[in-house]
């Protein structure tokens, strides 16, 4: 495989287009807070770019090689063979999480008679296709992604301000219950959603050009700040254009907003379009995803031929789990709520990436601790 | 009986024994040194070509006070400018061979007797194999043989019967030169050099294609151009065997991508001024011998969308007439797909007094609505053929019937709603405004793609098939170049002459290479 | 080339399938442009849609009615639509459905729950206009055909517009809002109503369309007030103008001031900004609202034209008293019915957090009725005209 290399501009608008994708599911946990939906997207935005300034001494301690001999140079060959081996169940796991909900969405709005599992075998076909492309396309494909999405939300927010008028005051009561009631579910959302599953955007930071890559940590911060200004304006603007009340009435408030938009009776229903955007942007999730799990699989044994074959086996195994396990949709999301997010979630994304951290700290003193050793030999 | 037989296929075998084999490879004659004799090497001529009509020999003996010589002239007639023929080179031959001061003797002296001193038309070269000799006789060149001499003189005479220099068929722009390519190779060079008179412009030659030895010249700017892809066109060229070149088309098949995609990626042009102005932005210009088409090496998206038009209008307008086209681009790829879509699967973008009034055109049409909408697209496809096919005496009144007969008629009749054929007309309008007829072709394909997967599956096909385009885009190259170059990996320089035309004196580096190779 | 022969073949396929998939023709739809919910005799509910024949539109109209009013009973509403599909050809199709007519009857035991259906449906419109129904069932408010619009259901929607724009007693709420006001805390709802003037008979027949003078239609009436969500009273029209003042609504309306010798003079208000400030000592609320016009004299009965001060400046004083006089009347009124219809709770949820936080639970009852509000009326005459 030749050497595939993504620029900068690339890792951002990746960033973008992956953390957009959890916009499908913000719906769900706003049911508590009401018109303070907006404070925790605001908290999480430093929590965020903290837990990636974390995530970043992997490489910055190792010396920024590919993401494979970081993790040997830290923990050796055989526990990062365990790492490699229990995080591609992982990323699994969230890319059949993301195809669900995708796919709920989808079946709501436009799709309302097709079987699921032909949505899923349509779905996963292209994200076969990108994947056996390579991260380079991906990332140029979510350059192209990122310019539709920016553009048509800059559009929408034009139209919108035009017909409807924003009632500020939507917004008080501000924290009526203090600020500790906001702290539990920011640190829910930043390591799950709406700006967290950011692990696997580590694994393709591999594939950053080498001259790049110092500064690419900036760019990621960057990417995820704006990302997340992006979710609070949207989230502000659903509060003060809708009402909390009408808020909950559905599993993606954005989609809602995009409805006021009646223009002359002539633009109407933008919400469909909305739902294709969101589409564009969970492909590119699904790409990075793909990609990491087939780094994950390098790890462990090399694949050289036969990718198809590779990312077709991984499709059917998760089109049967999704066809089987998760009919139920109310019941994923209690699950999800209840014992994913707060235990699996965390344990991937925080506490494992946390100790990989500390160790690769001790060994980069270890390493230092040898070498003075020579010096002194001498 | 089974004796007969098997004498008959002696005898056989014995004549296939002594005659030449055809087809010939290359390998006979390619290397075959001449004769001595002038007889011996028409004869061997003889072998190949004798039996053409337009084979013409001309053995004569020359006299002067010394010597007798005897001199052959082969030529294909109706190649030649017989005049020329005529007056210089017989005439010379005979009136300059009296001048010989002294008996020549056979060989290296005799041989540059009358190079130098016997005939006096420029243009003289030599050839000592039999390869070359053919290759020049069946280009239209004079061969001299001289008796006692192993290599022969070859005169140039060519005339071709040649079109005239004439505006372009495809790509004609209102303002500007209007003069384009035709068949023949050496005009085809001048009408570049006419507008590059720059010494570092370089006109490489190669014969390419092993039946038809065609000639094909890689026109590039040296110190501008990329070394990589100039080499790489240079190892296409010689690595694929093509058998046949007959069109620059043909040298495509050599010099394509390997990675399948119905996306043009070799820039045609028949304009001279366009492809002086690729050549100047760093590009390779392949020209071939009877082939009114320049391609271009490597092409990026954008540039099917441009126009040297562009150039001569100010930077606003021409922005303004570049986004018209790429609007053109947009509409003929989506129009019948967004069509379906609100028509089949979502009628809730339409609004009411729209919806009721295509309702009602429906309700009284018999095919359902992607039967009708494909229809009435591949009678568009068909009308749009024939055109192109038709001589112009029959072609416009009857494409003109055909639109009425087809569009109007099927109308009033009940067969089609009247939506239909607005859509499939503004459809191929768009389609026609893009500049380049391959992307034309191309983006007919995608079009058929796109409307069925519309039909079959709604938005969600609409958008994954959206997703497999936009990714398929991004991943071609072109010849080391991303073909997507000013999108997909996103650069402002590249984005300032996309879709809209940033004033020259912003295009600081136009005269520099637009895309990124990365190795 | 192989890859492009197997992408054919895949796409051929395709071609073939589209016939068996999900697949809504335009022609299959039945357009339901308005939707009218009433209570019969037994208790349950009636259903009445109004659709579109699609018919007698297109190129080639046929000489049918271009709508259908078509009505079934059911339980809930999910049940009596079902059946409505009995009655009709095609399917229901509810994006474009304007208007919700619900009659008063049923607005008198609740319309929460069918408001919440139509709106969390995903097919509809994020607005359509609620009515309710005055003096006459709902379904016979669809039937009334009207000259000026083929589809009668926006030829009310035309209507409803036009008032609240330039008359100023009626109101345009999308169903967001309607929502939201439902279930919020410390607002009641209003809403605008719709009744038929002239015979019902001969509003649906469609010769009605094509005689000069008009005997039945529809038009639109005032607000009524909810608690909870049942309707409990109606607005007459200056208290609903009254209301639209303090809700800062008003965006081109006029008023009629009486001088001092008797004679109307028309004042049309150009813009009104209108400001509410909450004043609370304990659990004494005190609601200041300040109301800031412009106006223009349109019209004077008495003749008089002149730009002399004096008499500006006295028009603007009546003006000032004038529309005080509305917005106190609106209040008590809205008071004696124990329903606050402004929002002053919703404003005291949002910013004084805790003192609502005690008083939520007797805030309809006990509170509301004691609240004090004071009106300051300022404003310009900027023109006389003519």
Redesign the interface.
């Known amino acids: 495989m030749e050497k595939t290399y993504i620029s900068r501009r690339q890792l951002f608008t990746l960033i973008y287009a992956y953390i957009l994708s959890n916009e499908l599911t913000r719906g769900i946990y706003l049911y508590h807070y009401r018109q303070s939906t907006w404070i925790p997207v605001l908290l999480a935005i430093p929590l965020s770019c903290f837990l990636f300034f974390v995530y970043s001494f992997i490489y910055k301690n190792t010396d920024y090689p590919d993401f494979k001999t970081a993790m040997e140079r830290i923990l050796g060959k055989f526990f990062s063979k365990i790492l490699f081996f229990i995080y591609f169940f992982y990323f699994l796991l969230l890319f059949a999480l993301k195809l669900r909900d995708l796919v709920e969405l989808v079946s709501?709005?436009t799709?309302?008679?097709?079987p699921f599992w032909?949505l899923y075998a349509f779905y996963l076909l292209v994200a076969i296709y990108c994947a056996v492309k390579g991260i380079e396309v991906i990332a140029r494909y979510s350059g192209l992604v990122f310019a539709i999405t920016f553009f048509s939300f800059v559009l929408f927010f034009v139209l919108l301000a035009i017909v409807n008028e924003p009632e500020f005051?939507n917004l008080?009561?501000f924290m009526?219950h203090g600020f500790l009631e906001f702290v539990n579910p920011t640190l829910r959302m930043a390591y799950s959603v709406p700006l967290g599953e950011l692990f696997p955007i580590l694994v393709i930071f591999q594939y950053v050009r080498p001259e790049q890559k110092k500064q690419a940590f900036k760019t990621s911060y960057f990417g995820i700040a704006a990302i997340g200004v992006t979710l609070l304006i949207i989230s502000i603007a659903n509060i003060v254009y809708?009402?909390?009340?009408?808020l909950i009435?559905?599993y993606a408030p954005i989609v809602?907003l995009w409805?006021?938009i009646?223009i002359e009776d002539f633009i109407?229903?933008l919400d469909l379009v909305m739902v294709n955007i969101l589409l564009l942007n969970v492909m590119v999730k699904s790409g990075v995803l793909f990609v990491a799990v087939k780094a994950m699989a390098d790890g462990i044994k090399e694949i050289k031929k036969g990718q198809i074959i590779f990312y077709g086996l991984l499709s059917i195994g998760l089109m049967a789990l999704l066809l089987f396990l998760a009919r139920d949709y109310p019941k994923i999301l209690n699950i999800r709520f209840r014992i994913l997010i707060p235990y699996l979630i965390s344990a991937f994304e925080v506490f494992i990436p946390i100790l990989v951290v500390i160790i690769s700290f001790f060994r980069k003193k270890q390493a230092a601790g040898a070498e003075k050793q020579v010096e002194y030999n001498i | 009986m089974a004796i007969f037989k098997k004498e008959k296929k002696q005898l056989e075998k014995k004549e296939m024994d002594n005659k030449p084999q055809f087809p010939i490879s290359n390998e006979d004659y390619l290397h075959k040194g001449l004769y001595q004799t002038v007889k011996e090497n028409i004869d061997y001529l003889k072998i190949y070509q004798g039996e053409c009509w337009d084979f013409s020999t001309d053995e004569f003996t020359l006299e002067n006070n010394f010597q007798e010589i005897e001199v052959g002239l082969v030529h294909l007639a109706g190649m030649i400018d017989q005049r020329l023929l005529n007056k210089t080179v017989i005439d010379a031959l005979n009136r300059n061979f009296s001048k010989a001061k002294k008996e020549l003797p056979e060989g290296e002296e005799r041989f540059r007797f009358f190079k130098t001193r016997v005939l006096t038309t420029t243009g003289i070269e030599e050839a000592d194999t039999f390869g070359k000799v053919f290759n020049l006789l069946l280009s239209g060149d004079v061969i001299l043989f001289i008796q006692g001499c192993s290599k022969c003189l070859v005169i140039g005479a060519r005339m071709y019967q040649e079109r005239a220099v004439e505006k372009p068929t495809t790509q004609i722009t209102v303002m500007g030169s209007n003069d384009s390519f035709n068949e023949n190779l050496l005009t085809n060079i001048s009408l570049i050099r006419k507008r590059i008179k720059n010494p570092n412009l370089i006109f490489k030659h190669y014969i390419v294609g092993r039946e038809t030895n065609t000639n094909v010249v890689l026109a590039y700017i040296k110190g501008l151009v990329d070394e990589g892809v100039l080499r790489e066109v240079e190892r296409r060229l010689l690595a694929a065997e093509i058998p046949e070149v007959t069109d620059a088309n043909y040298l495509e098949v050599a010099l394509r991508e390997r990675q399948?995609s119905i996306f043009p990626k070799i820039f045609y042009s028949e304009r001279p001024d366009t492809v002086a102005n690729n050549i100047l932005e760093g590009r390779v210009a392949i020209l071939c011998d009877s082939s009114p088409e320049a391609l271009i090496a490597p092409s990026v998206f954008v540039q099917f969308l441009h126009s040297t038009e562009d150039f001569h209008q100010k930077a606003f307008i021409a922005s303004f007439f570049r986004i018209l086209r790429t609007l053109g681009l947009i509409f003929s790829l989506f129009m019948p797909s967004v069509y379906i879509l609100l028509?089949?699967?979502h009628?809730?973008l339409l609004p009411?007094n729209l919806?009721?009034?295509?309702?009602?055109?429906?309700?009284?049409t018999p095919l359902?609505?992607?039967l009708e909408l494909?229809a009435v697209m591949i009678a568009f496809d068909l009308l749009r053929e024939s055109g192109t096919r038709m001589p112009t005496a029959i072609g416009t009144s009857l494409s003109f019937v055909g639109a009425i007969i087809i569009g109007q008629s099927s109308?009033e009749a009940?067969l089609i709603?009247?939506i239909i054929v607005i859509v499939v007309a503004l459809t191929g309008i768009g389609g026609l405004v893009i500049p380049n007829y391959k992307l034309n072709l191309a983006t007919t394909i995608v079009k058929y793609?796109l409307t069925?997967?519309s039909?079959?599956?709604?938005s969600f096909g609409f958008t994954l098939s959206l997703v497999i385009l936009l990714t398929h885009l991004s991943s071609l190259r072109s010849f080391g170049a991303d073909y997507f170059a000013p999108f997909a990996p996103l650069s402002k320089e590249g984005l300032k002459d996309s879709l809209i035309r940033m004033p020259l004196e912003k295009l600081r580096n136009k005269f520099r290479k637009q895309e990124q190779y990365p190795h | 080339?192989k890859?492009?022969i197997l992408?054919s073949i895949i796409?051929l396929f395709?071609?073939i399938?589209?016939?068996c998939?999900?697949?809504?023709?335009?022609?299959d739809?039945m357009?339901t442009?308005a939707i009218a919910l009433d209570l019969t005799e037994e208790g349950s509910l009636e259903l009445s849609v109004q659709l579109?024949n699609?018919?007698?539109?297109?190129?080639?109209?046929q000489d049918v009615t271009p709508i259908v009013v078509v009505s079934e009973t059911g339980r809930t509403i999910q049940e009596a639509l079902r059946k409505v599909n009995t009655i009709i050809t095609k399917k229901l199709?509810f994006?474009?459905f304007?208007i919700l007519v619900i009659g008063e009857e049923l607005a008198r035991k609740g319309i929460l729950p069918f408001v919440a259906f139509f709106?969390?449906n995903?097919?509809t419109?994020?607005?359509f206009d609620i009515l309710i129904a005055r003096g006459c069932k709902g379904k016979d408010v669809l039937k009334i055909v009207s000259v000026a619009a083929n589809?009668p259901a926006?030829a009310v929607e035309g209507k409803l517009v036009a008032t609240t724009k330039l008359y100023g007693i009626s109101k345009i709420y999308?169903n967001?809002?309607v929502?939201?006001d439902l279930?919020?805390e410390g607002i009641s709802l209003t809403l605008g109503s719709i009744e038929i003037i002239g015979d019902l008979e001969e509003g649906s027949d469609l010769d009605n369309r094509k005689t000069i003078d008009v005997r039945a239609y529809t038009k639109v009436s005032t607000l009524g007030v909810f608690k909870q969500d049942r309707i409990i009273a109606w607005l007459d029209e200056e208290e609903s103008l009254g209301f639209t003042y303090l809700m800062g609504k008003i965006k081109n309306s006029y008023i009629i001031v009486t001088k001092g010798d008797g004679t109307f003079v028309s004042v049309q208000l150009k813009t009104c900004k209108v400001k509410t400030k909450l004043e609370t000592e304990g659990e004494k609320i005190k609601v200041k609202v300040s109301i800031n016009f412009q106006g223009e004299v349109v019209e004077d009965l008495s003749g008089e034209t002149s730009y002399d001060v004096v008499y500006v400046e006295d028009i603007r004083q009546r003006t000032e008293y004038e529309i005080k006089r509305l917005c106190e009347k609106v209040f008590s009124k809205a008071q004696e019915l124990k329903a606050d219809i402004f929002g002053y709770g919703r404003?005291i949820?949002?910013?004084k957090?805790k003192l609502w936080e005690e008083i939520k639970d007797r805030y309809e009852d006990e509170i509301f009725p004691e609240i004090e509000a004071e009106f300051t009326i300022k404003g310009n005459i900027i023109r006389v005209k003519p």
């Open positions: 709501i709005y799709m309302q008679h097709s032909m005051q008080l009561p009526p809708l009402e909390a009340e009408a009435l559905g809602r409805r006021r009646d109407q229903r | 399948f028509i089949l699967h009628s809730e009411v919806l009721f009034s295509i309702a009602g055109q429906r309700i009284l359902p609505a992607y494909f109308v009940g709603s009247p793609v069925i997967i039909a079959a599956l709604g | 080339m890859k492009g992408i796409l395709f071609l399938l589209s016939g998939t999900q697949k809504k023709e335009v022609e739809l357009i442009t579109l699609s018919n007698s539109a297109g190129n080639r109209p199709f994006s474009h304007v709106a969390i995903q097919e419109l994020h607005r589809i926006m999308t967001d809002e929502m939201s279930r919020s404003m949820y949002r910013h957090f």
